[in-house]
Nanobody
């Protein structure tokens, strides 16, 4: 069974940057696609970014394109989310997730991912 542990969240001013990390254990990390999701109070969980097993294919929500970058280091069993030019609307709990397969669907959704971390809070002050 996979375990996912997020870190790197915190409080940052608008326009600032944060880098989230998600360390995976329990099964061969490089075999599976990974994703970052977020959920703000009173809103549904939404996808932020996703990456296939080799990092050759990535997906970004329109709201974060050009500001966020997802990457992975298969040697370290870790996926990252670099967040730049943060806005108050980026405030949410951010979750790391692992898909049960290596590829990405055209529009990844939460239902495509079977394993989840506990989340890390990101708060952007305006």
């Amino acid at each position: 069974q996979v375990q996912l542990v997020e870190s790197g969240g915190g409080l940052v001013q608008a326009g600032g940057s944060l880098r989230l990390s998600c360390a995976a254990s329990g099964r061969t990390f490089s075999n599976y696609a990974m994703g970052w999701f977020r959920q703000a109070p009173g809103k549904e969980r939404e996808i932020v970014a996703a990456i296939n097993w080799s990092a050759g294919n990535t997906y970004y929500a329109d709201s974060v394109k050009g500001r966020f970058t997802i990457s992975r280091d298969n040697a370290k069993n870790t996926v990252y989310l670099q967040m730049n030019s943060l806005k108050s609307e980026d405030t949410a709990v951010y979750y790391c997730a692992q898909a049960p397969y290596s590829y990405l669907r055209a529009t990844p959704k939460a239902a495509d991912f079977g394993s989840w971390g506990q989340g890390t809070q990101v708060t952007v002050s305006s």
